[in-house]
């Protein structure tokens, strides 16, 4: 048998999507007494605690014989409270990688164009391909995406266009007056999703969130997840937001139960965690002041960032760089998995953690 008889066109030449490099494969090639993690941007205050909480203090555990709501009712009122927005403007599904995968199940033909910065998250070129989808690659323009460059592109093939606000890898934000200029260049049959995976860490008042332009009446989808601000990563709880007939067409497609019981609780209750949500807010705002005074202190280039990682010009092959932060007990993003050989990516910390790695680099900056 010859796979490539059988697989559906285009997929073996598809990348597989790398995930950064977890504690415990850090721990089979390296001698450390400890691994720190700051490569996957992961919130450093753990999951919040009232969503741990209501797991502990509930009977889930004896009832995992039960399928869970499919529809997760109780999440879907959450958010249509906490933005004050109709429950047919949301789909839930299990983590914002998966909502992007719904988008192209439902909205990419074969031959579509879908307009794609680069670099960013990988999952918009691969669910672009597995549907047939031509990805249409804008680089970015010194660190921020090029919305001139993307339309430059339109074309009348063209179906989706994907933004990260802010762009993950590099940080940067739109401003509300170059996103008010974008769409009023753009025609009513093309649909924009917002990936706004690490809005909540947003600071900068130029910036007006997805939701604003969806009660616009534009042609929208915002992309949001749990993972970040709320630390619920291992749990996969993403959503998505959009006018009635978006949502009811990506709800077509979802999978059965897309979140477990256990996912959708600790989801509801999270939310209502304000206490933690500020914390974390102000965790990364801190170490974002720290890390930005530290390397000025040193030289070191950054780019000013809107999230809770940092884009960093070490003026070295970022393979060396990574390999030397890992033998020294820190996990990083190398960036030249996006083209940037110099840079690396690293996820603000706690301070312990965020003086750690400043130290770490004072070691390497003496080799």
């Known amino acids: 048998m010859k796979i490539e008889n ?15 490099k977890s504690k415990e494969e850090a721990m089979k090639e390296v001698r450390a007494p400890k691994i720190i993690k700051m490569a996957s941007n992961e919130n450093p205050l753990g999951p919040s605690p009232l969503a741990v909480k209501a797991i502990n203090d509930s009977n889930l555990l004896n009832n995992l014989h039960i399928y869970p709501e499919g529809n997760s009712p109780m999440v879907v009122k959450e958010l249509s409270e906490i933005f004050n927005i109709p429950e047919t ?12 995968t719904l988008i192209g199940h439902s909205f990419i033909n074969e031959g579509d164009e879908v307009i794609i910065p680069f670099p960013s998250f990988a999952m918009y070129n691969i669910i672009t391909r597995i549907m047939g989808g031509v990805p249409i690659i804008v680089p970015l323009k010194d660190f921020h995406i090029d919305l001139e460059g993307m339309l430059n592109k339109v074309t009348k093939k063209t179906k989706l266009i994907f933004l990260c606000i802010p762009n993950n890898p590099t940080g940067t934000i739109i401003t509300e007056k170059k996103l008010n200029n974008f769409f009023d260049s753009l025609s009513d049959n093309i649909l924009v999703i917002i990936d706004e995976a690490y809005y909540d860490f947003i600071t900068d008042n130029n910036y007006k969130d997805a939701l604003h332009y969806i009660k616009e009446n534009r042609n929208v989808i915002a992309v ?120 690396i990516r690293v996820s603000i910390g706690t301070m312990e953690e965020n003086r750690f790695f400043i130290k770490t680099i004072d070691k390497l900056l003496e080799v």
């Open 224 to 343: 949001r997840t749990l993972s970040k601000i709320l630390g619920l990563a291992g749990l996969r709880v993403g959503y998505a937001i959009a006018k009635d007939e978006i949502i009811d067409c990506l709800l077509r497609v979802r999978e059965p139960f897309p979140l477990t019981t256990i996912s959708q609780m600790a989801a509801v209750n999270g939310l209502r965690d304000k206490e933690f949500f500020e914390k974390s807010r102000q965790v990364v705002k801190e170490g974002k002041e720290y890390l930005y005074n530290e390397l000025t202190k040193r030289d070191i280039e950054y780019i000013p960032t809107q999230s809770n990682f940092i884009f960093i010009n070490m003026k070295k092959d970022s393979r060396v760089i990574f390999d030397e932060f890992l033998k020294n007990g820190i996990i990083i993003r190398p960036g030249y998995i996006w083209g940037y050989d110099h840079y």
């Open 6 to 20: 059988l697989v559906r066109k285009g997929i073996l030449e598809i990348p597989p999507y790398i995930p950064g």
């Open 89 to 100: 403007w949301i789909a839930v599904s299990n983590g914002a990688d998966n909502i992007i």
